[in-house]
């Protein structure tokens, strides 16, 4: 009888007693970690709780709610994009898939303009933001499968106050642009950025930039660039981003480093030694390049600078004025004759009648209209409200090459997602919206031998982690988030191409996004753990 109840006791002692929960939220095994600081791999497991990395090494008495096995691929921190588009395209697809396919966890953004503060008067689109705080707070309420660090954009500033016209600010638009430029970092800007070549940032002046570069600076931030000139005055170009950096005593990054125009192919040795001279000088400054040899934006960046004054929609009306039509086609029949036979290519065109010069050369379009390529051109900007998307094969595969294996440059793609629809649509667009980080660590890394694996992962990762002063991302190491990618070596690859850009990149099994899978073992997850990366000033 005594057995019997002390049988009894012992099954109700073993039934009340408390289940010990797991030790971990997820935990990845047997992978090669290659932990982004470029030394090499080893062999051990990672242990997640929450969106926190807080073990690294041989976790086998470690319990986890979630185990992926890693099947001895390389375990890596999750991808930084130094320069995106995707803050607008995330709205309408928060799947992010052609940036996540690509092993890429945060993207950095805003070239130039941020999506606030924008004044409503000059937006004809409604949107319920203003600022650029306010933008962030609604992409967090929205969700994203991945992180996103703002920049705020000096173009902001210089519209809001100035507008599109060629004149430099007074004292008063001057401090009302920098109280702009404050404002954003206090919301949560990383930073501030131009892009030179667009309108109206091509019409500030060096010491415009300096003032509003000032104000960043003093809110912890760093300076990115599309620098004023990428080809013939690419050296005076150099010049006033050494100066901002110098004199607003900034971190300065250089948006896709290049040198353009077949005359001078192979200078880019000689702009990477500027570049080395002026951070022996103390200058903190790097770059990033897209690794192809072919850029993309719109075509009226061929335009002269006096007819984008006012913007697109003014450049449209001097056209129907003869002598400016005349001076217009002079720059432009120059600018062709500078490109070669297949220079330009055309993505896309808001014209539905033009649908028949989508993804073709200018000279096919030309042939087509039975005009000449420059006149081809100006047809086109009469003929779409807004200015065709284009593609220019103007740089040489070597500069390219010579640029990526620099030890101070990162990547960044220069483009979108491009959303579902886009996709089903085959709407044209850059290879490098698909294949940018992929192709690094597949073509250049383990065909062509460029760099090692271990280099491209930390230019990916704990290299532009500091870039953009993300402190808490791009290592493997407890106490750092959860952004991990699994990708085998072997396989990783680009398949988008130019003539078929929409083509997801291969070899990348798993993607953890602040410890949640969003890519798991090749199938995207419904999970959104992506979230607004803030400056330190917030």
């Known amino acids: 009888m005594k057995k019997v109840i002390a049988g009894a006791l012992l099954l109700a002692s073993c039934a009340t007693a408390p289940v010990k929960p797991p030790m971990l939220d997820l935990?990845?095994?047997?992978?090669?970690?290659?932990?982004?600081?470029?030394?090499?791999?080893?062999?051990?497991?990672?242990?997640?709780?929450?969106?926190?990395?807080?073990?690294?090494?041989?976790?086998?008495?470690?319990?986890?709610?979630?185990?992926?096995?890693?099947?001895?691929?390389?375990?890596?921190?999750?991808?930084?994009?130094?320069?995106?588009?995707?803050?607008?395209?995330?709205?309408?697809?928060?799947?992010v898939e052609a940036k996540v396919r690509q092993g890429v966890t945060t993207e950095v953004t805003g070239e130039g303009f941020s999506p606030g503060p924008v004044r409503p008067e000059r937006t004809s689109v409604a949107r319920p933001w203003n600022t650029?705080?306010?933008?962030?707070?609604?992409?967090?309420?929205?969700?994203?499968?991945?992180?996103?660090?703002?920049?705020?954009?000096?173009?902001?500033?210089?519209?809001?106050i100035i507008g599109d016209i060629d004149r430099q600010a007074t004292m008063e638009e001057m401090r009302q642009m920098e109280e702009i430029v404050a404002q954003g970092m206090r919301e949560g800007?990383?930073?501030?950025?131009?892009?030179?070549?667009?309108?109206?940032?091509?019409?500030?002046?060096?010491?415009?930039?300096?003032?509003?570069?000032r104000v960043a600076a003093r809110h912890g931030g760093m300076y990115f660039s599309h620098i004023r000139d990428e080809g013939d005055r690419i050296d005076a170009a150099l010049d006033e981003a050494f100066r901002i950096g110098r004199e607003a005593n900034i971190p300065v990054n250089i948006w896709h480093l290049k040198i353009t125009g077949r005359t001078n192919f192979g200078r880019m040795p000689d702009i990477i030694r500027r570049i080395e001279e002026a951070r022996a000088s103390g200058i903190d400054v790097a770059a990033n390049?897209?690794?192809?040899?072919?850029?993309?934006?719109?075509?009226?960046?061929?335009?002269?600078?006096?007819?984008?004054?006012?913007?697109?929609?003014?450049?449209?009306?001097?056209?129907?004025?003869?002598?400016?039509?005349?001076?217009?086609?002079?720059?432009?029949?120059?600018?062709?004759?500078?490109?070669?036979?297949?220079?330009?290519?055309?993505?896309?065109?808001?014209?539905?009648a033009h649908d028949?010069?989508?993804?073709?050369?200018?000279?096919?379009?030309?042939?087509?209209?039975?005009?000449?390529?420059?006149?081809?051109?100006?047809?086109?900007?009469?003929?779409?409200?807004?200015?065709?998307?284009?593609?220019?094969?103007?740089?040489?595969?070597?500069?390219?090459?010579?640029?990526?294996?620099?030890?101070?440059?990162?990547?960044?793609?220069?483009?979108?997602?491009?959303?579902?629809d886009a996709r089903a649509r085959g709407v044209g667009t850059h290879p490098r919206a698909y294949g940018t980080f992929p192709r690094v660590l597949g073509h250049y890394a383990r065909d062509l031998k460029l760099i090692t694996l271990e280099e491209g992962v930390r230019k990916m990762t704990s290299q532009a982690a500091l870039r953009a002063h993300l402190l808490d991302r791009g290592v493997l190491r407890a106490g750092m988030k959860a952004d991990i990618v699994v990708f085998d070596p072997a396989a990783i690859r680009d398949l988008a191409t130019f003539d078929n850009p929409h083509q997801f990149a291969v070899g990348i099994s798993h993607v953890i996004v602040n410890g949640v899978p969003v890519l798991k073992d090749g199938t995207m997850t419904a999970a959104r753990p992506g979230r607004t990366l803030r400056g330190g000033s917030r």
């Not at 009226?300 to 400016?324: C, F, H, I, S």
């Open 289 to 352: 390049i897209y690794p192809y040899p072919a850029s993309s934006t719109n075509l009226a960046t061929l335009a002269p600078d006096w007819a984008m004054e006012g913007g697109y929609k003014q450049l449209r009306v001097r056209l129907a004025d003869p002598e400016q039509r005349a001076r217009i086609a002079e720059k432009l029949r120059e600018s062709v004759e500078r490109r070669g036979e297949k220079g330009i290519y055309v993505t896309r065109l808001s014209n539905p």
């Open 189 to 213: 800007a990383l930073g501030l950025s131009t892009s030179l070549i667009y309108v109206p940032a091509m019409f500030s002046t060096t010491e415009e930039i300096i003032n509003l570069a």
């Open 356 to 420: 028949q010069y989508e993804k073709k050369y200018i000279p096919e379009i030309a042939a087509m209209m039975n005009v000449a390529q420059h006149e081809a051109i100006m047809k086109l900007f009469e003929e779409n409200e807004t200015a065709p998307q284009v593609i220019f094969f103007s740089m040489s595969e070597e500069d390219v090459q010579y640029a990526l294996k620099q030890p101070f440059v990162s990547f960044g793609a220069d483009s979108a997602a491009p959303p579902a």
């Open 132 to 160: 650029l705080g306010e933008f962030l707070d609604h992409l967090d309420a929205k969700g994203t499968a991945i992180n996103f660090g703002l920049l705020m954009g000096a173009s902001n500033a210089r519209q809001n």
């Open 27 to 95: 935990k990845i095994t047997n992978g090669r970690i290659l932990d982004g600081t470029g030394a090499p791999w080893f062999r051990g497991d990672i242990g997640v709780r929450g969106d926190t990395i807080v073990a690294v090494g041989r976790l086998d008495a470690m319990t986890a709610a979630t185990t992926i096995d890693a099947a001895g691929h390389i375990v890596s921190p999750g991808f930084i994009d130094l320069l995106g588009w995707s803050h607008f395209t995330v709205l309408e697809d928060s799947s």
